[in-house]
């Protein structure tokens, strides 16, 4: 009797556990899966360029090894992602990290940005990846990061930053690229130079420019919008709107088509 009772207990904790590790492990797949499927999703509109990827938990790169600056980050977001849950993670308990996925010749370290009087400026922005510790963690790594002016970065860049979180509220999906620019100027003697500060050991690239294109998904609709920020001070009065440009000028300056799976139609 003891025995048919013990091994009863156990046929029960037995059929009980099975249960438990088979749904732990269908819980396990599904996120594996739709881990392995996010760079698909954010990346639904083809790849800018398809040299020195790097494919983060949430966020999508190209790297630039030359400049030390990715030449693009593209991001897809909505309100699921942005908000705060219990698996969040506060900004302050996070550090910039070099990528060592990067080798040691072509990488930007902190020492670089020390006394620089530049900012560690986020592509893929911090709060744009609250809902996971992961996301929001992988947006510190250099190689997300370019040095930009600290006034520009705290106030009209930041406004830009809140104004894509704020779509994520009236839209299915918003799709966001984001990186650096070298843009020439004329001088006096109307000749056109591409010139630009380094900083560091390792002379890490200050861009003249920052670019930010938006698409928004809405019921199987569309809509594009792109913005231009010089990397110097700005005028925190000065509206968004007023750095609006057509998304061909940003091409032409970045060289690559920002979603050329849907370039006919714009081009």
Request: hydrophobic content about 35%.
């Amino acid at each position: 009797m003891f025995v048919k009772k013990l091994l009863g207990t156990v046929a029960t904790l037995g059929v009980g556990g099975l249960v438990g590790v088979v749904v732990d492990r269908k819980r396990r797949n599904e996120v594996n899966a739709a881990a392995l499927d996010r760079p698909n999703q954010i990346m639904r509109y083809g790849f800018p360029t398809n040299s020195n990827l790097k494919v983060r938990s949430n966020y999508v790169l190209s790297y630039d090894r030359r400049n030390r600056n990715p030449n693009w980050v593209f991001e897809r977001l909505n309100e699921d992602i942005i908000k705060k849950t219990k698996d969040s993670i506060e900004r302050d308990q996070l550090a910039f990290t070099e990528d060592s996925s990067i080798p040691g010749w072509f990488r930007s370290t902190n020492r670089d940005f020390a006394k620089s009087g530049f900012d560690r400026g986020h592509m893929a922005a911090a709060a744009n990846h609250n809902a996971q510790a992961t996301w929001k963690a992988d947006t510190f790594y250099l190689s997300n990061i370019v040095p930009q002016n600290p006034q520009m970065n705290q106030h009209a860049w930041n406004k830009l930053e809140k104004y894509v979180r704020s779509l994520c509220h009236h839209n299915d999906n918003v799709y966001v690229c984001t990186g650096p620019l070298y843009l020439p100027r004329k001088e006096s003697d109307g000749r056109m130079f591409v010139s630009y500060q380094v900083i560091g050991d390792n002379h890490v690239a200050v861009p003249t420019h920052l670019f930010k294109v938006i698409l928004t998904e809405k019921k199987g609709r569309y809509s594009i919008r792109s913005y231009m920020m010089p990397n110097h001070y700005i005028d925190p009065n000065i509206p968004l709107e007023q750095f609006q440009c057509p998304i061909d000028n940003i091409e032409r300056a970045a060289g690559f088509f920002v979603f050329p799976q849907l370039k006919a139609e714009f081009h």
